[in-house]
C-alpha cells in the first residue's frame, strides 16, 4: 500500500485542522469500503485521519420523538440496540444485514452514508426516514444530502457526526443482494409516520438512492402494493454485469412490494 | 510525521509493543511482524474471512484494518484460541466433525466461530450459515462447518 | 528392547472413520504455507502484468522503479531470453484428425515482444520488501500498443479476426475427434428422433483460498536451487523447469510444496512466476518471494471449462438411444498451460458416453486460442463437460419423446452384467452397478412424492423443480503406456515408499500431494492395515523432491487409486521381506511363515515374531544369511496402473425458484456414489460436500466474464466473482455404493475427488431446467442467476407470471 501519514485526532476541531493540513486528506472511520479501494490502489490519500478516538461520536440515543444516532456507531451496535429495534426497526433490521458479521463489527453508519455507494444500504434509511444529518459544520435535510454516484453535499474537510431520526409509526428494509460483494442489487426501505405518510427509498438499482414517488402517493392514499403502477419514475436504472436496468426496475417493484407488505404486516399484527 | 508509530497490545495474553509504519495492515503485523502465521490472507476485498482475529472479543478482518488501530486491544489469533472454553470447544468440534480441508480458511473461521458461539445461543442450521457469510471455505461445502458450530454450541450450553 | 505385543495388534484401519492426524497443526496456527517460509536475507518480488488484452510491448521503462530506494532489479523476458530461459512446455500433444499436430506457441515466462492476455506478466521488480516491489512495480513504465483482441471461439475461429500467436493462420490450435464418423452417419441417418442442444460450458475459475507463492533460494556452493511452490506437483515442476526452462540438472533442484492451502487442480501445473522466481534467486544471489493477491491470482491462475458445444443424440420410438454426435468449440486461452489441451480431448471426449450403452459416438474438439487467461483443468476436468452434454441431453430427449426422464435413462443404462463394458470413445469400464445407484437416489429424494412437493411449492408461490445426473467419470490417471499413444508427454504411475525404521515405527513416502485430501491420515490407513502397525506410528511424508524418490502428484482423483496403490504394493514387499527375515528367525523355511494380525508364526514352531521385532533385526542383521536378502526393510514401488478407475453414482436434487426475482434455492441434494472401496468415510464425505460446492457454485453462482470487445476481466475480484457461502448451500445427503469394488488395483478404490463437480452442476441445472418446465424451457446456460432465470419466465409466451404485478 502506498505510504501515507495516519493522524489519530482526539476531537472534532483537531480532526478538521489535521484534514485541511493536507491537500490529499482523507477521513477513516471504520474503513470497510476505504481500506479495500487503498489496497488496490483506487485512492491513495497522503493523510488518512482516523475518527475512532473523538469523544462521543457513537451514542445511540432517545430525545423526546427522535433516535439519535453517532456517525461512528457501528452497523453491530446499531443492529443490536434495543432503542433502534423499538424505535427503528427498520434501521436495525437493515445495520444487521450489512455486509457479513466481522464487516458489521467495524463499518460505522457514518462511514456508509458519508461514502455513498450507489449499492450501499443505509442511505436507504437515511433517505426513507427523511433523516437529518449532523455534520461538524451543520445539519443537512437527507432530501439535500445524496448527490450522486459517491457524492454528497459534504464539502471539504466536513464530517459527519450523527444522525436523527424522527421516530415513525413503523419502518423496514428488504434487501437482495448481489451475492458476490453482498451489497444490495436491490434495496428498499420503506417507513410510515403516524400521520400516515409514507416513503420508499431504493438503493442499488440506480447511480444513488431515489424514492419512488408513484409508490409512496399510493400508499398515502390507502392503497397497498397491489396498486402500485408499472412504471415509476427514477434516475436511470444501473446496468452491469449483475443486473441489467430491466432487471433492476423490476426488482424495485417486487422488492418495494415486499417490503411494504411486512411493514403492513407487522403494523397489523402490532394492533 | 515520524515515519512509526508506537503500538502496544496484548497478543494472546502476552503484552505486545512495537513500533509499525503508518499504513501497515494489522494481519501484516500479525504476520510479519510478530511471525503468527497462523493467520492467512487469502483476499484483497475483505471477502474471504481468511484473516479473521478477535479483537476485544469481536471478530475483524485483520487485512481491512490499520495496524496503529489495533494499539491498546486485544487481540487472540489461532494460536491462542484455545485457550478459553470457547476456544477449545471450537477447535474439537471442527477437528471431530471434519471442519476442515486444505486448513487456510480454518484460522479465521474458527475464529469467527468462537465470536459467534461466544455471543449468541441456540441458532440453528440455517441462522448458523447465515451468520459465517464473512467466511469462504473452498474444500468442505460448508457441511461439515455447519456441523462443528451445532457441535461447539451444544457443548458449550452443556458446560 | 522388549515389545508388548497386545499393543501391536492394530485394528483394521481401511474403512475407519480415523479423524486426521494433520488438523492439529492447522487448527493450532502451525501449518506452514509457502508464504509463511521466509529465508535470511529474503528479497521479495512483484511482477508488471499487461493490463490490455492483446499488444505490442514498444518499451519498457524501469528507469523510476530502479530509483526507488529498497528496489534491488527490474528484469524483462529480453534479460531471461538472454540468460537462456526456455520457454514453459506444454505436457500432452494432439494431434488432428488429418495428423497433423497441435499449433504449439512458445510460452515465456516473461512476455516477449507481445501480450496476449490482461495480466500476462511483463517485467518484474525485486525489492527489500514487498510493499516496495508492489509499489515499484506500478512505477515501470510499459508502452503498449493495443491490438484488436479475440475473446470467445466463436469470435476468435471467425474469418478476418486477429490471430493471438504471429505465424499462425488462425486461431485453431487443433481440431481433433474421436469415435466412428460414418457408423454414426448412418446411425443419425435412420433415427426416428434427433434431438440437439447447443449449450455452453461456462468459464469459471478454481480459486483455491491459498493464492500462489513461490520463494526460492539458490545456493552457490553446490549449484543448488531449493524452491517452495504453492503446487500440487512438486516433481512435475522439477522435472519441467530443469529439463526445459532453467536447464540445469534434476539433482541440483529441490522442490518443495509444503502445506498447500487448496488445489482443485489449478495448482498443478507449471506456471510462468514458477519459473522467474527462482531465476531471480541465482540472479540475485538471495532468496526472492513472490504471493500473489486475490486479484493478481484472477489475472495469472488458469482459468476452467468454456466450451460451446453443439451435440445431438438419435433415438428410437422407444427411446433407445441410437447415436450421438458432438462438436465442441474449446477455448485455451492465449497459451497452452500445462495439461491445457489435453482435457476438453482426453478427459472430456471419451466420457460422453456417460453411463449409457450408445452403439456409435463421434466427437470432434477444435481448441481455439483467444486473449484469455490460459484455460486447464480444475476439479473434473473434461468430465463434468463430457457429463453434462449427455446428462443435459437425456433431459432434452425425455422432453421430446415426453417420456419420463428416469425412464429413458434406465433403458440405456449400461447393467452390471455387461460389464466390463467397451464404450463407443474406447473406455473400458471395469465395474459398476448404475442401476443401484439410481434406484437407491430415487428412493431417498422420494422421486414418487416429489409432484405433490411441487403442488406444494406452487401453493406458496415457489417453483420446485427435481433433476439428477447419472454420471461416471475417468480417474486414477493413467496407464502410462495408454497416455503415451493418446500424447502425453509424461507418465502417470505414482512412487510409493514404505520404510520400517528399526523401532518399528514407519515412514511412508508418496508422490501424490495432500493439500486437504487428508493423505496423512488416510495412506497411514493404509499401511496400518496391511502391515497392522498402530495408525499412530506412521508417519505420511509427501510434497518435497529431497525426500521422495519421484512423484506425479494429486489431481485426477489419482491419489488412492494410483499413489495409494502404489503404498499397498510397497507393503506387501515389507511383508514378503518380512517373511524371509522371520523365516531365518523361527528357522522355518519362507513358505511355511504366515502373517497375521501384525505377528509373523509358522506351524512348524510355537515360536513368532511381531513386525516391530522383525523390523529390527532387519536393521541389527548380525547372523542373518546376507547372500540371500539385504539388511534394512524398506521397499519402494513405482505403481502403474492397468486402467482408469470409473467412480460412478446418481445425484439428485431438488430446488425452488421464486419467479418474481428468478432467485434459486437448492432444498436438498442426495449423493449415491460408487467409489469402490472407502478408506476413510469421513474424508470421502468431505470430499463429496467439497466438489458439491463447487458444482453447484458453477451452476448458481460462478461465472468468469470479459468484456468481449476489449478482452479487460470484468470479475476481476470476490466483489463480483461469486464464491459460493454457507448460505448458498443445503446440507449434503451422502451414502455409498461400496459392493463394486475396482478390478484392477490392489486397494479396489475408485477416487472420490471430482464427484461433486462432475455430477453436481448438471444435476443442479436439471433440477432449475425442470422448475421451469411449464414455460415450455428446455434449456438454460449456467449460471442460472436470478436474472437469467428470472428473464426465462418473462420471455416464455406462457407465463402466468408475465407482466403481473402481483
Given at each position: 500500500m502506498q505510504p501515507f501519514e495516519l493522524v489519530r485526532p482526539k476531537s472534532l476541531t483537531e480532526a478538521h485542522t489535521a484534514f485541511l493540513a493536507d491537500e490529499e486528506s482523507q477521513y477513516l472511520a471504520g474503513g470497510m469500503s476505504l481500506i479495500p479501494t487503498m489496497k488496490l490502489g483506487l485512492v491513495a490519500p497522503s493523510r488518512v485521519i482516523d475518527l475512532?478516538?473523538?469523544?462521543?461520536?457513537s451514542a445511540i440515543s432517545r430525545t423526546g420523538d427522535a433516535i439519535e444516532i453517532g456517525a461512528m456507531a457501528r452497523h453491530c451496535d446499531v443492529a443490536r440496540s434495543p432503542i433502534v429495534s423499538q424505535y427503528l426497526s427498520g434501521v436495525g433490521l437493515l445495520a444487521g444485514g450489512i455486509g457479513d458479521r466481522q464487516v458489521r463489527n467495524r463499518g460505522t453508519i457514518g462511514g456508509s452514508v458519508a461514502n455513498?455507494?450507489?449499492?450501499?444500504?443505509?442511505p436507504s434509511a437515511i433517505l426513507g426516514l427523511n433523516a437529518t444529518i449532523k455534520t461538524n459544520l451543520r445539519q443537512i435535510p437527507a432530501s439535500e444530502f445524496f448527490l450522486g454516484l459517491f457524492e454528497t453535499?459534504?464539502?471539504?474537510?466536513e464530517m459527519l457526526t450523527g444522525f436523527r431520526f424522527d421516530i415513525p409509526k413503523g419502518s423496514h428494509y428488504e434487501k437482495f443482494h448481489q451475492?458476490?460483494?453482498?451489497?444490495?442489487?436491490v434495496g428498499v426501505f420503506v417507513s410510515v409516520t403516524n400521520d400516515l405518510t409514507w416513503r420508499v427509498a431504493v438503493t442499488g438499482a440506480s447511480s444513488q438512492v431515489f424514492r419512488v414517488g408513484e409508490y409512496e402517493r399510493v400508499l398515502d392514499a390507502?392503497?397497498?402494493?397491489?396498486?402500485?403502477?408499472g412504471e415509476f419514475t427514477s434516475p436511470a436504472m444501473s446496468s452491469d454485469i449483475h443486473g441489467s436496468a430491466d432487471y433492476r426496475k423490476h426488482l424495485v417493484s417486487v422488492i418495494s412490494s415486499r417490503a411494504v407488505g411486512q411493514l403492513m404486516q407487522s403494523m397489523a399484527q402490532q394492533h | 510525521m515520524s515515519e512509526k508509530i508506537c503500538v502496544s497490545m496484548r497478543v494472546n495474553g502476552e503484552p505486545i509493543c512495537r513500533d509499525v509504519s503508518h499504513e501497515m495492515l494489522l494481519a501484516e503485523f500479525i504476520r510479519?511482524?510478530?511471525?503468527?502465521?497462523?493467520l492467512h490472507v487469502g483476499?484483497?476485498?475483505?471477502?474471504?474471512?481468511?484473516c479473521t482475529i478477535l479483537m476485544d472479543g469481536d471478530a475483524v478482518k485483520?487485512?481491512?484494518?490499520?495496524?496503529?488501530?489495533?494499539?491498546?486491544t486485544s487481540i487472540t489469533t489461532i494460536e491462542g484460541v484455545a485457550e478459553t472454553p470457547a476456544g477449545r470447544a471450537v477447535v474439537t468440534a471442527f477437528h471431530e466433525c471434519h471442519?476442515?480441508?486444505?486448513?487456510?480458511?480454518t484460522p479465521g473461521f474458527v475464529l469467527s466461530v468462537v465470536e459467534l458461539v461466544t455471543k449468541t445461543s441456540s441458532i440453528d442450521e440455517t441462522e448458523a450459515r447465515q451468520a459465517v457469510e464473512g467466511n469462504i471455505c473452498r474444500?468442505?461445502?460448508y457441511h461439515n462447518i455447519v456441523r462443528a458450530i451445532m457441535q461447539a454450541q451444544s457443548e458449550l450450553a452443556g458446560a | 528392547m522388549k515389545y508388548d505385543r497386545s499393543a501391536e495388534a492394530a485394528p483394521k484401519r481401511i474403512g475407519d472413520h480415523a479423524l486426521r492426524v494433520e488438523d492439529r497443526r492447522f487448527l493450532s496456527g502451525k501449518g506452514r504455507y509457502t508464504d509463511d517460509v521466509v529465508f535470511p536475507n529474503q528479497l521479495y518480488a512483484a511482477f508488471v502484468r499487461s493490463q490490455h488484452a492483446h499488444a505490442e510491448i514498444k518499451a519498457i521503462d524501469t528507469t523510476e522503479a530502479l530509483r526507488?530506494?529498497?528496489?534491488r532489479g527490474v528484469f524483462t523476458g529480453a534479460d531471461l531470453k538472454a540468460d537462456g530461459v526456455g520457454a514453459i512446455p506444454c505436457i500432452w500433444e494432439i494431434t488432428c484428425k488429418d495428423g497433423s499436430k497441435m499449433i504449439e506457441p512458445d510460452r515465456y515466462p516473461l512476455a516477449i515482444?507481445?501480450?496476449?492476455?490482461?495480466?500476462?506478466?511483463i517485467a518484474v521488480v525485486v525489492a527489500d520488501s514487498e510493499q516496495t516491489a508492489r509499489l515499484a512495480s506500478r512505477c515501470v513504465e510499459v508502452e503498449l500498443e493495443p491490438l484488436r483482441a479475440v475473446v470467445t471461439v466463436g469470435d476468435a475461429l471467425a474469418p478476418g479476426a486477429p490471430v493471438?500467436?504471429?505465424?499462425?493462420?488462425?486461431?485453431?490450435c487443433f481440431d481433433w475427434s474421436i469415435g466412428d464418423h460414418d457408423k454414426t452417419e448412418r446411425a443419425f441417418s435412420s433415427a426416428r428422433h434427433i434431438v440437439q442442444l447447443d449449450l455452453v460450458n461456462s468459464r469459471i475459475i478454481a480459486h483455491p483460498m491459498e493464492p500462489r507463492a513461490v520463494n526460492a533460494q539458490y545456493h552457490p556452493a553446490g549449484s543448488e536451487f531449493e524452491i517452495y511452490t504453492s503446487s500440487q506437483n512438486p516433481h512435475l515442476v522439477r522435472m519441467l523447469l530443469c529439463h526445459?526452462?532453467?536447464?540445469?540438472?534434476?539433482?541440483k533442484m529441490r522442490v518443495v510444496a509444503p502445506?498447500?492451502?487448496?488445489?482443485?487442480?489449478?495448482?498443478?501445473y507449471v506456471y510462468p512466476e514458477e519459473a522467474v522466481i527462482p531465476w531471480l534467486s541465482r540472479k540475485m544471489r538471495s532468496p526472492v518471494k513472490w504471493t500473489a493477491d486475490r486479484s493478481e491470482t484472477f489475472l495469472s491462475d488458469a482459468h476452467a471449462r468454456d466450451h460451446e458445444t453443439h451435440a445431438e443424440l438419435a433415438l428410437d420410438d422407444d427411446g433407445r438411444v441410437l447415436g450421438l454426435r458432438v462438436s465442441t468449440k474449446a477455448n485455451l486461452g492465449a497459451y497452452l498451460s500445462t495439461w491445457g489441451p489435453c482435457i476438453p480431448t482426453y478427459l472430456y471426449a471419451?466420457?460422453?458416453?456417460?453411463?449409457y450403452q450408445i452403439p456409435v459416438i463421434y466427437a470432434e474438439v477444435k481448441g481455439v486460442f483467444s486473449n484469455t487467461l490460459p484455460v486447464d483443468a480444475y476439479r473434473g476436468a473434461g468430465r463434468p463437460e463430457a457429463n453434462y452434454v449427455v446428462e443435459r441431453l437425456m433431459d432434452v430427449a425425455a422432453a421430446h419423446l415426453r417420456m419420463d426422464r428416469i425412464e429413458l435413462r434406465k433403458r440405456n443404462l449400461i447393467s452390471r452384467?455387461?460389464?466390463?463394458y467397451l464404450t463407443?470413445?474406447?473406455?473400458?469400464?471395469?465395474?459398476?452397478?448404475f442401476a443401484l445407484c439410481l434406484t437407491r437416489a430415487l428412493s431417498a429424494i422420494d422421486y414418487d412424492g416429489f409432484e405433490q412437493r411441487r403442488a406444494d411449492a406452487r401453493a406458496n408461490g415457489k417453483l420446485r423443480g427435481i433433476g439428477l445426473s447419472c454420471y461416471i467419470e475417468a480417474c486414477g490417471l493413467s496407464p502410462s503406456r495408454l497416455s503415451g499413444k493418446i500424447g502425453s508427454r509424461i507418465a502417470l504411475y505414482e512412487s510409493g515408499q514404505v520404510r520400517l525404521n528399526p523401532d518399528g515405527t514407519a515412514t511412508v513416502f508418496t508422490g501424490a500431494h495432500s493439500h486437504g485430501q487428508g493423505h496423512e491420515t488416510a495412506f497411514a490407513q493404509i499401511v496400518s492395515d496391511m502391515l497392522?502397525?498402530?495408525?499412530?506410528?506412521i508417519e505420511v511424508v509427501h510434497g518435497d523432491t529431497a525426500r521422495i524418490a519421484f512423484g506425479l502428484g494429486t489431481?485426477?482423483?489419482?491419489s488412492a487409486a494410483v499413489g495409494g496403490s502404489a503404498l499397498a504394493v510397497s507393503s506387501r514387499k515389507v511383508l514378503e521381506k518380512g517373511k524371509h527375515i522371520a523365516a531365518h528367525m523361527l528357522e522355518t523355511t519362507v513358505d511355511k511363515v504366515a502373517f497375521k494380525d501384525g505377528i509373523f508364526s509358522s506351524s512348524t514352531t510355537n515360536k513368532s515374531f511381531s513386525i516391530k521385532e522383525i523390523a529390527r533385526s532387519a536393521y541389527i542383521p548380525?547372523?542373518?544369511p546376507l547372500d540371500n536378502f539385504e539388511p534394512g526393510l524398506d521397499e519402494l514401488s513405482f505403481y502403474d496402473p492397468l486402467n482408469f478407475t470409473f467412480p460412478n453414482g446418481t445425484q439428485i436434487a431438488e430446488v425452488e425458484i421464486d419467479?418474481?426475482?428468478g432467485a434459486c434455492e437448492v432444498c436438498r441434494f442426495i449423493a449415491v456414489d460408487?467409489?469402490?472401496?472407502?478408506?476413510n468415510p469421513m474424508i470421502v464425505e468431505g470430499q463429496v460436500h467439497g466438489g458439491l460446492a463447487q458444482g453447484i457454485g458453477q451452476a448458481l453462482l460462478e461465472h468468469c466474464r470479459y468484456?468481449?470487445?476489449?478482452?479487460?476481466?470484468?470479475?476481476?475480484?470476490f466483489m463480483d466473482y461469486c464464491m459460493p457461502r454457507a448460505s448458498d448451500l443445503p446440507s449434503f445427503e451422502v451414502s455409498y455404493?461400496?459392493?463394486?469394488?475396482?478390478?484392477?488395483?490392489?486397494?479396489?478404490v475408485k477416487g472420490c475427488g471430482e464427484a461433486g463437480t462432475i455430477g453436481g452442476t448438471t444435476t443442479i441445472m436439471s433440477a432449475v431446467v425442470d422448475s421451469l418446465k411449464?414455460?415450455?424451457?428446455?434449456h438454460i446456460d449456467m449460471p442460472a442467476t436470478p436474472e437469467k432465470v428470472w428473464s426465462t419466465i418473462r420471455r416464455s409466451k406462457d407465463s402466468p407470471f408475465q407482466g403481473q404485478q402481483r
Open positions: 475512532s478516538l473523538i469523544p462521543g461520536l455513498n455507494d450507489p449499492a450501499a444500504c443505509y453535499a459534504l464539502q471539504h474537510g451475492k458476490a460483494s453482498r451489497f444490495a442489487l390507502g392503497g397497498g402494493p397491489r396498486d402500485f403502477p | 510479519n511482524e510478530l511471525r503468527l502465521t497462523g483476499c484483497d476485498t475483505s471477502q474471504c474471512g481468511a485483520s487485512c481491512t484494518i490499520f495496524a496503529p488501530l489495533a494499539d491498546g471442519g476442515l480441508q486444505c486448513g487456510f480458511c474444500c468442505t461445502g | 526507488m530506494p529498497g528496489v515482444s507481445k501480450v496476449r492476455h490482461v495480466g500476462d506478466a493471438v500467436h504471429e505465424g499462425t493462420a488462425t486461431n485453431l526445459s526452462v532453467l536447464h540445469v540438472p534434476e539433482n502445506d498447500v492451502g487448496g488445489g482443485f487442480g489449478v495448482k498443478c471419451p466420457m460422453l458416453s456417460g453411463q452384467n455387461q460389464m466390463p463407443a470413445t474406447g473406455m473400458t469400464y471395469d465395474t459398476g452397478d497392522c502397525l498402530p495408525f499412530e506410528d489431481y485426477g482423483s489419482r548380525h547372523n542373518f419467479p418474481e426475482t460408487d467409489f469402490g472401496v472407502i478408506i468484456d468481449e470487445e476489449t478482452g479487460q476481466l470484468l470479475t476481476g475480484t455404493h461400496e459392493q463394486c469394488p475396482c478390478t484392477h488395483n490392489p486397494l479396489g411449464e414455460f415450455g424451457v428446455t
